[in-house]
């Protein structure tokens, strides 16, 4: 009996293809007949009467799938009884789970007696399961898309890896044995299999390669077999069967073609390495392009867990702790090395190697993974569907070209697995014929082949678009950019090489450096000559000298582009010079004209800049996103960005945590001197800025030194009926209590606590509560202070506290109200107005508030409160002023300086506060006058002069810290503000003797 005309609709079948599903039909019913034939003969059930029994759905997609797939027409001619198990199993609509695939291949193996039947029977699974995959990949069942299709073919692949390896290590246990146990564990050691490009990344083609690394865990040698061997010989031995297993062609075909040549020193390295030799080889000799293999390294088979160890034991040569641009040079190497195989072999068309292919997209990702992946931890994963998905959180891509770039990618998979699936073959031509044109188009839902091809165009255009913008030469983009934006000639990149390489004598190089705009070009030219003739120089490796002699010639064009090229050229060198052994930085230099703009811009205003990147290189980094380079975060998202920075860190490792701490600070504090120097930001914001930078390192720095010692000591008991945290605050005093840091600030700090005084911890290490808090104190100034690589945090002030440097270091809420009433100085009063709590418990911080309210609020005798604050400042002016005849003006200490509005400021509150508690509410001077003037206690003129001095002073204080300048200027400037000042000290703390002038 005969499958029926018509048993195969026609309905979506396309007039070219009918034909070939004639022949098709043909085929299928001479197996059927066949099948029919063998099962009368054996008694078994015919499937040619299930197959007469499909539903016209079923036989529409069956139509479709043999149109297209010479594979799929092949395996059911051959196993027509497969289609009815694929059906039954639902393998037509649903990949099979992980569990099911592994039983049914276990079973399928258990049979199997020698390797023969093993790879047999592995086969038989693979090309069964790949049936299915090919059907659901055409017919596009609800849940199937292009990542399901690699993700059932990479689960497909790792299950008959582990299984064939399962097997073999039975078959040859009785001969070899089992190799011996790591220290300390039980059960023997197991080969490690990790999986390289897609198939570490769970994305596998239709009919792909499957790219291995071999590993084992530490060297022995085999235990109860007949021979004892060595483990490498013995682990060598079964990989080389594993191959096999997979890779042998038998009269089944093959399993997975497999490829070694990833492994360290390709086809001329051992087959198989231990832990420590792998280790010992990335650290020394691993290559860029090693790099790139490894972030899709992932197990796929055998000790998945020890393999997961050996990753983590490389993570740091594939992802670096700095931002890597030199990776992009490795990439674009890479890529113009595949575009003249390409173009030698004749492959433009090519979907894969070609331009605007898959390769591009997958160069895009992967180079944000290798520059940022160390940093961006989110980036440390093998799928590219994953990666790609973060860049726009990241702000490394924006979202708009993520939403073109995955579609797109998903289009050109799509059409390389049509490809592959015509005959299970790996491939990515485009085919040259009639038919198999037909059958893409078919199997890509188009309406026919110019309709795919023009689709096609738009997606590699779009590719290439994006895939420039990422990896191309920034010596192109920087001639576009440059010189036709600046009046005068034009110099190019080629004179600025041929300056820089010594090739013009020294008139010539005089005549080009004033024709660029430099002002002195001699001085120019022989800081050129010095820095190429340097020893630094002289001493470099061959890639950091080709990253420098690629820099300069675009750092040049930057610094003529900046408003004063002479003083951007004096103040970049230096960076240049600390960066020579560091040369990942030259290569983010120049791979990133615009943030070389920027750096030009920053200099040019600021040494204190120029000096922070030459001390701290790793903030080059910032230059790369000006949207958060001119935008200080506010103090939510500080803490939010601390929190992320840190939670990438283990705990454990204190040194790296402290480490990101003082990048994350001084990150932040050039984001603020960068609005600071664009002007984006008032000089209120500026400190503002610069505070909350403070509080939130505070707030972490804090919790950082609790952990420490709650792990080793447990919690510090409590004070009855108290409630709150962690009974502990720390208040900032000064410049911090008065939210008016500057640049270079350091920290007055007081450590309260008020846990049980006679309590201890409830640790395994007990000890006394105050031993504790001390502690906690002495922690937290080590976590500030300590010198890392990257510097300290804050230099810290600690002689406010009570009893100053002799009193101690904690003190109890109650201790620090009793000193205050009984034994503080009017100038720890005075102190005391410009103190509040950056940090800690909420709670504490609320009665530590009221303790500070009731202190201030005291009323007190005026004539003895003036004489105190006047003898304090005269003596301040002792010891600090400027001399008679120094003819300047510093803008803190002298009479008419900050220091006298601020004296101004305590005193009103010490003299008010106790008739106008509305002055409590403020720690900053700003507010305080304001609150003067409102309520009417202040002339409203006065305050507002007041104010205004103020602010004068304070930006010429920040000005002066971004010039590196003393914070003296000269006599003749703020003569007004200083006069207003003077005026208002004499009336209101010198009454008696108004003449003065001190």
Same mark, same amino acid.
Not at 279 to 294: F, L
Not at 673 to 697: N, P
């Given at each position: 009996?005969?499958?029926?005309?018509?048993?195969?609709?026609?309905?979506?079948?396309?007039?070219?293809?009918?034909?070939?599903?004639?022949?098709?039909?043909?085929?299928?019913?001479?197996?059927?007949?066949?099948?029919?034939?063998?099962?009368?003969?054996?008694?078994?059930?015919?499937?040619?009467?299930?197959?007469?029994?499909?539903?016209?759905?079923?036989?529409?997609?069956?139509?479709?799938?043999?149109?297209?797939?010479?594979?799929?027409?092949?395996?059911?001619?051959?196993?027509?009884?497969?289609?009815?198990?694929?059906?039954?199993?639902?393998?037509?609509?649903?990949?099979?789970?992980? *569990?099911?695939?592994?039983?049914?291949?276990?079973?399928?193996?258990?049979?199997?007696?020698?390797?023969?039947?093993?790879?047999?029977?592995?086969?038989?699974?693979?090309?069964?399961?790949?049936?299915?995959?090919?059907?659901?990949?055409?017919?596009?069942?609800?849940?199937?898309?292009?990542?399901?299709? *690699?993700?059932?073919?990479?689960?497909?692949?790792?299950?008959?890896?582990?299984?064939?390896?399962?097997?073999?290590?039975? %078959?040859?246990?009785?001969?070899?044995?089992?190799?011996?146990?790591?220290?300390?564990?039980?059960?023997?050691?197991?080969?490690?299999?990790?999986?390289?490009?897609?198939?570490?990344?769970?994305?596998?083609?239709?009919?792909?390669?499957?790219?291995?690394?071999?590993?084992?865990?530490?060297?022995?040698?085999?235990?109860?077999?007949?021979?004892?061997?060595?483990?490498?010989?013995?682990?060598?031995?079964?990989?080389?069967?594993?191959?096999?297993?997979?890779?042998?062609?038998?009269?089944?075909?093959?399993?997975?073609?497999?490829?070694?040549?990833?492994?360290?020193?390709?086809?001329?390295?051992?087959?198989?390495?231990?832990?420590?030799?792998?280790?010992?080889?990335?650290?020394?000799?691993?290559?860029?392009?090693?790099?790139?293999?490894?972030? @899709?390294?992932?197990?796929?088979?055998?000790?998945?867990?020890?393999?997961?160890?050996?990753?983590?034991?490389?993570?740091?040569?594939?992802?670096?702790?700095?931002?890597?641009?030199?990776?992009?040079?490795?990439?674009?190497?890479? @890529?113009?090395?595949?575009?003249?195989?390409?173009?030698?072999?004749?492959?433009?068309?090519?979907?894969?190697?070609?331009?605007?292919?898959?390769?591009?997209?997958?160069?895009? &990702?992967?180079?944000?993974?290798?520059?940022?992946?160390?940093?961006?931890?989110?980036?440390?994963?093998?799928?590219?569907?994953?990666?790609?998905?973060? $860049?726009?959180?990241?702000?490394?891509?924006?979202?708009?070209?993520?939403?073109?770039?995955?579609?797109?990618?998903?289009?050109?998979?799509?059409?390389?697995?049509?490809?592959?699936?015509?005959?299970?073959?790996?491939?990515?031509?485009?085919?040259?014929?009639?038919?198999?044109?037909?059958?893409?188009?078919?199997?890509?839902?188009?309406?026919?082949?110019?309709?795919?091809?023009?689709?096609?165009?738009?997606?590699?255009?779009?590719?290439?678009?994006?895939?420039? #913008?990422?990896?191309?030469?920034?010596?192109?983009?920087?001639?576009?950019?440059?010189?036709?934006?600046?009046?005068?000639?034009?110099?190019?990149?080629?004179?600025?090489?041929?300056?820089?390489?010594?090739?013009?004598?020294?008139?010539?190089?005089?005549?080009?450096?004033?024709?660029?705009?430099?002002?002195?070009?001699?001085?120019?030219?022989?800081?050129?000559?010095?820095?190429?003739?340097?020893?630094?120089? @002289?001493?470099?490796?061959?890639?950091?000298?080709?990253?420098?002699?690629?820099?300069?010639?675009?750092?040049?064009?930057?610094?003529?582009?900046?408003?004063?090229?002479?003083? *951007?050229?004096?103040?970049?060198?230096?960076?240049?010079?600390?960066?020579?052994?560091?040369?990942?930085?030259?290569?983010?230099?120049?791979?990133?004209?615009?943030?070389?703009?920027?750096?030009?811009? $920053?200099?040019?205003?600021?040494?204190?800049?120029?000096?922070?990147?030459?001390?701290?290189?790793?903030?080059?980094?910032?230059?790369?996103?000006?949207?958060?380079?001119?935008?200080?975060?506010?103090?939510?998202?500080?803490?939010?960005?601390?929190?992320?920075? $840190?939670?990438?860190?283990?705990?454990?490792?204190?040194?790296?945590?402290?480490?990101?701490?003082?990048?994350?600070?001084?990150?932040?504090?050039?984001?603020?001197?960068?609005?600071?120097?664009?002007?984006?930001?008032?000089?209120?914001?500026?400190?503002?800025?610069?505070?909350?930078? *403070?509080?939130?390192?505070?707030?972490?720095?804090?919790?950082?030194?609790?952990?420490? =010692?709650?792990?080793?000591?447990?919690?510090?008991?409590?004070?009855?009926?108290?409630?709150?945290?962690?009974?502990?605050?720390?208040?900032?005093?000064?410049? =911090?209590?008065?939210?008016?840091?500057?640049?270079?600030?350091?920290?007055?700090?007081?450590?309260?606590?008020?846990?049980?005084?006679?309590?201890?911890?409830?640790?395994?290490?007990?000890?006394?509560?105050?031993?504790?808090?001390?502690?906690?104190?002495?922690?937290?100034?080590?976590?500030?202070?300590?010198?890392?690589?990257?510097?300290?945090?804050?230099?810290?002030?600690?002689?406010?506290?009570?009893?100053?440097?002799?009193?101690?270091?904690?003190?109890?809420?109650?201790?620090?109200?009793?000193?205050?009433?009984?034994?503080?100085?009017?100038?720890?009063?005075?102190?005391?107005?410009?103190?509040?709590?950056?940090?800690?418990?909420?709670?504490?911080?609320?009665?530590?508030?009221?303790?500070?309210?009731?202190?201030?609020?005291?009323?007190?005798?005026?004539? #003895?409160?003036?004489?105190?604050?006047?003898?304090?400042?005269?003596?301040?002016?002792?010891?600090?002023?400027?001399?008679?005849?120094?003819?300047?003006?510093?803008?803190?200490?002298?009479?008419?300086?900050?220091?006298?509005?601020?004296?101004?400021?305590?005193?009103?509150?010490?003299?008010?506060?106790?008739?106008?508690?509305?002055?409590?509410?403020?720690?900053?001077?700003?507010?305080?006058?304001?609150?003067?003037?409102?309520?009417?206690?202040?002339?409203?003129?006065?305050?507002?002069?007041?104010?205004?001095?103020?602010?004068?002073?304070?930006?010429?204080? %920040?000005?002066?810290?971004? #010039?590196?300048?003393?914070?003296?200027?000269?006599?003749?400037?703020?003569?007004?503000?200083? #006069?207003? &000042?003077?005026?208002?000290?004499?009336?209101?703390?010198?009454?008696?003797?108004?003449?003065?002038?001190?």
């Amino acid at each position: 009996m005969a499958l029926p005309t018509g048993f195969l609709p026609l309905t979506e079948i396309p007039e070219p293809l009918r034909g070939p599903l004639g022949q098709a039909q043909q085929r299928l019913d001479e197996a059927l007949a066949q099948a029919d034939s063998l099962a009368e003969m054996t008694g078994r059930d015919s499937p040619l009467e299930d197959w007469l029994a499909l539903p016209e759905a079923c036989r529409e997609q069956l139509a479709r799938v043999v149109a297209i797939s010479d594979f799929a027409l092949e395996t059911l001619v051959r196993y027509p009884q497969w289609l009815l198990h694929l059906e039954a199993n639902g393998e037509l609509e649903n990949a099979p789970e992980p *569990a099911l695939l592994e039983a049914w291949l276990g079973e399928a193996l258990e049979a199997a007696e020698d390797e023969s039947a093993m790879q047999g029977a592995l086969r038989r699974f693979r090309r069964a399961r790949m049936l299915g995959i090919v059907w659901r990949d055409l017919t596009r069942p609800p849940g199937t898309d292009m990542w399901a299709t *690699a993700a059932a073919v990479s689960r497909l692949a790792e299950v008959c890896l582990d299984g064939a390896l399962g097997w073999l290590e039975a %078959h040859y246990a009785p001969r070899w044995g089992h190799p011996a146990p790591r220290p300390g564990e039980e059960a023997p050691q197991r080969l490690v299999v990790l999986g390289m490009g897609k198939l570490g990344a769970g994305e596998l083609n239709l009919s792909s390669d499957i790219d291995l690394i071999f590993a084992f865990p530490e060297k022995g040698v085999t235990r109860g077999g007949r021979r004892e061997l060595d483990h490498q010989e013995y682990f060598t031995k079964l990989g080389q069967k594993l191959i096999g297993a997979l890779d042998a062609v038998t009269g089944d075909g093959f399993a997975f073609r497999v490829d070694m040549r990833l492994r360290p020193l390709g086809d001329g390295g051992p087959l198989v390495g231990s832990f420590a030799m792998l280790g010992s080889y990335y650290q020394d000799q691993g290559r860029e392009w090693e790099r790139y293999a490894m972030l @899709k390294a992932r197990p796929v088979a055998g000790d998945r867990e020890a393999g997961d160890e050996l990753l983590a034991g490389l993570r740091p040569f594939v992802y670096r702790k700095y931002l890597d641009f030199g990776a992009i040079e490795s990439l674009r190497e890479m @890529k113009a090395m595949i575009n003249r195989e390409v173009k030698r072999r004749g492959m433009d068309d090519n979907i894969k190697l070609g331009s605007g292919g898959i390769r591009e997209v997958e160069f895009v &990702v992967q180079a944000f993974q290798l520059i940022r992946g160390g940093r961006d931890t989110e980036l440390q994963v093998t799928s590219l569907k994953s990666a790609l998905a973060r $860049l726009p959180d990241l702000g490394l891509l924006p979202q708009a070209v993520v939403d073109e770039l995955l579609p797109d990618y998903v289009f050109l998979r799509d059409l390389e697995h049509a490809l592959q699936g015509l005959e299970d073959r790996q491939t990515q031509a485009l085919p040259d014929n009639d038919t198999d044109r037909e059958r893409i188009a078919l199997a890509l839902d188009m309406a026919d082949w110019p309709a795919l091809m023009a689709r096609l165009d738009e997606v590699r255009g779009r590719v290439r678009q994006h895939f420039d #913008a990422v990896i191309a030469d920034p010596e192109e983009e920087r001639e576009e950019i440059a010189a036709p934006h600046r009046e005068g000639a034009e110099v190019g990149l080629d004179e600025w090489r041929a300056l820089w390489r010594g090739e013009l004598n020294a008139e010539e190089a005089a005549e080009l450096l004033e024709r660029a705009g430099f002002a002195e070009a001699d001085t120019a030219a022989r800081r050129l000559e010095g820095l190429r003739h340097s020893r630094a120089v @002289k001493g470099m490796q061959r890639i950091g000298f080709e990253r420098l002699d690629a820099l300069m010639p675009l750092m040049l064009d930057a610094a003529v582009g900046s408003e004063l090229p002479d003083r *951007a050229l004096e103040r970049t060198l230096p960076l240049i010079e600390s960066v020579l052994r560091r040369t990942a930085y030259l290569a983010l230099l120049r791979e990133n004209p615009e943030a070389l703009d920027h750096l030009m811009r $920053l200099v040019g205003a600021s040494p204190w800049v120029a000096d922070q990147l030459a001390r701290h290189p790793i903030l080059l980094d910032e230059l790369l996103t000006p949207g958060t380079l001119y935008t200080p975060a506010d103090k939510a998202r500080l803490a939010d960005e601390l929190r992320q920075t $840190l939670a990438r860190i283990p705990e454990e490792d204190e040194e790296a945590q402290l480490e990101a701490l003082r990048i994350f600070k001084h990150a932040q504090v050039l984001h603020v001197a960068a609005s600071d120097i664009a002007g984006t930001r008032a000089l209120m914001k500026v400190s503002d800025y610069l505070t909350f930078i *403070a509080e939130v390192v505070l707030e972490q720095v804090l919790a950082m030194a609790w952990k420490h =010692l709650v792990r080793k000591h447990g919690r510090p008991q409590r004070r009855d009926g108290v409630e709150g945290e962690s009974d502990f605050i720390i208040v900032g005093y000064g410049k =911090l209590g008065g939210i008016e840091l500057g640049y270079g600030s350091d920290l007055d700090l007081v450590f309260i606590h008020d846990a049980a005084s006679q309590g201890s911890t409830d640790g395994p290490r007990p000890i006394d509560n105050p031993v504790f808090f001390t502690r906690l104190g002495q922690r937290i100034i080590h976590l500030l202070t300590a010198v890392t690589p990257a510097g300290a945090l804050y230099e810290v002030d600690m002689r406010l506290r009570p009893s100053g440097n002799s009193g101690l270091l904690v003190t109890t809420l109650e201790a620090f109200a009793d000193y205050q009433r009984r034994e503080a100085w009017t100038w720890e009063h005075q102190a005391l107005v410009r103190a509040r709590v950056v940090a800690g418990d909420p709670a504490l911080g609320e009665r530590f508030a009221a303790v500070r309210r009731e202190v201030l609020g005291e009323k007190r005798d005026l004539a #003895a409160l003036r004489e105190e604050v006047v003898k304090m400042r005269l003596k301040m002016r002792d010891h600090l002023a400027s001399r008679p005849g120094d003819d300047q003006f510093d803008l803190k200490q002298d009479p008419g300086g900050m220091v006298d509005i601020e004296f101004l400021c305590q005193y009103a509150v010490l003299s008010m506060a106790h008739y106008a508690p509305q002055l409590l509410e403020w720690s900053d001077n700003m507010r305080l006058l304001e609150t003067l003037e409102a309520g009417g206690l202040l002339d409203a003129g006065e305050c507002r002069g007041l104010r205004e001095a103020y602010l004068a002073y304070r930006d010429a204080v %920040h000005r002066a810290a971004l #010039a590196n300048q003393p914070r003296a200027v000269g006599a003749e400037e703020f003569q007004e503000h200083r #006069a207003l &000042v003077t005026r208002l000290w004499q009336r209101l703390l010198e009454p008696s003797d108004a003449g003065a002038n001190r």
